[in-house]
């Protein structure tokens, strides 16, 4: 722990000395590390507190590097809310020590909130590690805002009421988005209910929303693809006539090229069905910036490439 304030405190000294734990407004200051927290966060506490977002679009939070200028961020926060379950790859062990004082001398909490989310409820990979991309089943991520709820409550118990009926707004809101969501894959046919997307984010989408979901690379960016690995599903996508695979904003898209080069080899037209936001909501303008608007982007988008 010494050894954690220690490099939060250098880091912070050799910044902006201006530095402090609370906006010049007095509010509490939020950082988390992607898009899918700081929508529900934002939510829920409004104007509230000032939310900073460390990984904007197009940014992929396994291979993300923290920078001196991040943990400067986290040591001026009051709080941290991260994702947990190793989604932030590179990023994980300086979050795991964001704990601590404050420069000016209060508590700084930081919560990994999915790992607070019970484990026989989520997808547990063949090497043993959890699944972290829960943000794709919406009636999943319902909950894992309901669990950031109740961090605010913990640390801010002063205004307890006004996060408590945030809540309760937006888990009606999200019932309804989980609905739409659901109507528009079940226009997909039984036959070409595979979604091929270029890495395996989208294991609680097909689990929720009941399609077969193949990742050309592993859950984490990390891993390359095989050619074995590609030519099998070459195979397969040719075999089952699926007309469609996805490209992902955070993933390059050589392995989705491999893919359509060799159906067409063998004779089977494959097209690229359209951009899916897996790791990170688009860019502003994209009518998918947002957590909420990301899901129904990639519902959307699946539903018409695949029917
Ligand atoms: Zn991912």
């Known amino acids: 722990m010494l050894l954690s304030l220690g490099l939060l405190y250098l880091c912070g000294c050799t ?39 460390l990984m904007g679009p197009g940014v992929d939070p396994h291979l993300y590097k923290p920078s001196p200028g991040d943990v400067r961020q986290i040591s001026s926060a009051d709080l941290v809310l991260y994702h ?6 590179r990023m994980g062990e300086v979050l795991s020590r964001a704990e601590g004082l404050t420069r000016d001398g209060r508590s700084r909490r930081a919560f990994a ?6 484990e026989h409820r989520l997808i547990i990979t063949a090497s043993g590690t959890v699944d972290p991309h829960l943000w794709m089943d919406i ?3 319902r909950d894992v805002a309901r669990e950031i709820e109740q961090i605010l409550v913990e640390v801010d118990p002063e205004n307890s009421a006004r996060f408590s009926s945030a809540i309760l707004r937006l888990e009606q809101e999200l019932i309804l988005l989980d609905e739409q969501v659901d109507t528009l894959l079940a ?43 590609v030519n099998s599903l070459v195979e397969m996508l040719t075999a089952r006539k699926i007309p469609a695979v996805f490209v992902e904003s955070t993933v390059p898209e050589r392995n989705v090229r491999a893919l359509i080069e060799g159906c067409e080899a063998r004779g089977h037209l494959l097209r690229i069905g359209g951009v899916l936001y897996s790791d990170a909501p688009g860019p502003p303008g994209s009518g998918a910036g947002r957590w909420k608007t990301m899901v129904l982007h990639n519902a959307r988008v699946i539903s018409e490439a695949l029917r």
């Not at 402090?20 to 939510?43: E, F, Q, V, W």
């Not at 947990?84 to 790859?89: D, F, P, R, S, V």
């Not at 909130?113 to 019970?118: G, L, P, W, Y």
């Open 84 to 89: 947990g379950h190793h989604l932030e790859g």
């Open 139 to 141: 009636s999943l991520w």
């Open 187 to 229: 226009a997909i046919p039984e036959q070409r209910r595979i979604l091929v997307t270029a890495h395996d984010a989208f294991g609680y989408f097909g689990r929720r929303y009941d399609l077969e979901v193949i990742g050309i690379q592993g859950i984490s960016t990390e891993s390359e693809a095989s050619i074995q690995r």
């Open 113 to 118: 909130v999915t790992e607070r989310i019970s």
């Open 15 to 53: 910044g902006n000395s201006s530095t402090a734990s609370t906006t010049a407004t007095g509010k509490m200051r939020i950082l988390c590390t992607t898009g899918m927290l700081s929508g529900p966060l934002s939510d829920i506490v409004g104007s509230h507190a000032e939310i900073t977002t």
